[in-house]
């Protein structure tokens, strides 16, 4: 009985798997990850003229440039200076603590803008026909009987 088993050596995953579909390859390679780091890709020019005012305003956010020789994966795309640029880009990382503080910051702005919205709005409201402003959503099922 044992003898028309086929052993686990001779299954092949391999086939059984289903094929890969192609994808086109990504614009903008991924730097490794360095726990600590937040990489972003920075616009240096915007079709063919230099964007000074943008660079520089994400260096002072705190952005600095990543060097070619720190991440020798991205090494054929190096620019004059030693820097990681690809197509008017250049290849920037920032501490993730400081990123953190930049996402807080912005998500607290955007919330007060909101808010004082929604202030706006409920201050033409009246008895006699009331506005409807619910900022969440719910979800209920039937009844079973």
């Known amino acids: 009985m044992a003898d028309n088993r086929t052993s686990r050596e001779l299954e092949n995953r391999e086939k059984s798997q289903r094929k890969q579909s192609w994808a086109p390859p990504t614009t903008l390679p991924e730097p490794s990850p360095q726990p600590g780091w937040t990489f972003r890709w920075i616009r240096t ?74 202030n706006n709005f409920m201050r033409q409201n009246d008895e006699r026909m009331p506005l409807f402003s619910e900022k969440r959503s719910t979800s209920s099922f039937g009844r079973g009987k």
């Open 45 to 118: 020019s915007l079709m063919g003229q230099a964007d000074p005012t943008n660079s520089s305003a994400k260096f002072r956010e705190g952005w600095e440039p990543v060097k070619a020789a720190d991440h020798p994966e991205l090494g054929m795309q190096a620019g004059p200076n030693g820097n990681i640029e690809n197509g008017g880009l250049l290849l920037c990382k920032a501490p993730t603590e400081l990123m953190e503080q930049r996402r807080s910051h912005y998500a607290t702005q955007s919330q007060s803008q909101m808010e004082a919205v929604d």
